[in-house]
């Protein structure tokens, strides 16, 4: 009999143990949950053109990306139950611009340059986390000649959200205004610029 009872014991114990592991598993994964409201922070980082930023320029359009970190972060977000405190992110973006000539990587056609598909990811520092955002945008003209520099000044002038998930989706506003080092106004010796610094500026998501 004390052999028996020695068993069940055994197996209780294998069981507990099973239960307590698959437990803890559960709650490490459990799903950030997805925060609504608007958030606008502060931004430096860097990014980088292909083909290079010219004076002249080359044929065809500019592919670019830029990854910024985030601070100084003001918002009303919320979760369920709760208000989340976000203090800042990091944002990684990809996109196209296309020029209005034969040329979108010349100083002159950067006012005038047409973006396509643009993906933003906004990667959230909040108490308690909440969960990433994705937005796409097709459109807009992404420069703006300010002062001695370029912005990357995209409240979207003329362009769409063609998708969002996550954190403050449905989005229905996204906007960059991002101090750059390109140079203002065009003229002899302007870049060459494979990459660039954004050395200000922010973002909103709402």
Not at 10 to 34: E, I, M, Q, R, Y
Not at 45 to 57: D, I, V
Not at 126 to 145: D, E, F, K
Not at 173 to 196: H, Q, R, V
């Amino acid at each position: 009999m004390g052999r028996r009872l020695s068993g069940v014991s055994v197996v209780v114990l294998l069981v507990a143990t099973t239960l307590s592991v698959t437990s803890n598993v559960g709650v490490a994964w459990a799903a950030k949950p997805d925060a609504s409201g608007t958030v606008t922070c502060k931004v430096t980082g860097s990014g980088t053109f292909s083909p290079k930023l010219t004076l002249a320029g080359s044929p065809g359009g500019v592919k670019f990306t830029f990854t910024a970190k985030a601070s100084k972060c003001k918002s009303n977000a919320t979760i369920p139950g709760a208000i989340a405190t976000i203090t800042g992110a990091t944002v990684t973006a990809s996109g196209y611009w296309n020029g209005s000539g034969p040329s979108g990587s010349s100083c002159a056609s950067l006012p005038t340059d047409t973006l396509g598909t643009v993906n933003a990811k906004y990667v959230w520092t909040s108490a308690p986390p909440i969960a990433n955002t994705n937005i796409a945008t097709s459109g807009g003209v992404p420069w703006l000649a300010s002062g001695p520099s370029f912005k990357f000044d995209v409240t979207l002038i003329g362009a769409s959200i063609t998708s969002s998930s996550g954190s403050f989706s449905p989005a229905t506003s996204e906007t960059f205004d991002l101090k750059t080092n390109i140079a203002n106004p065009c003229g002899a010796g302007w870049g060459p610029y494979p990459t660039f610094n954004i050395t200000g500026g922010s973002f909103t998501v709402n």
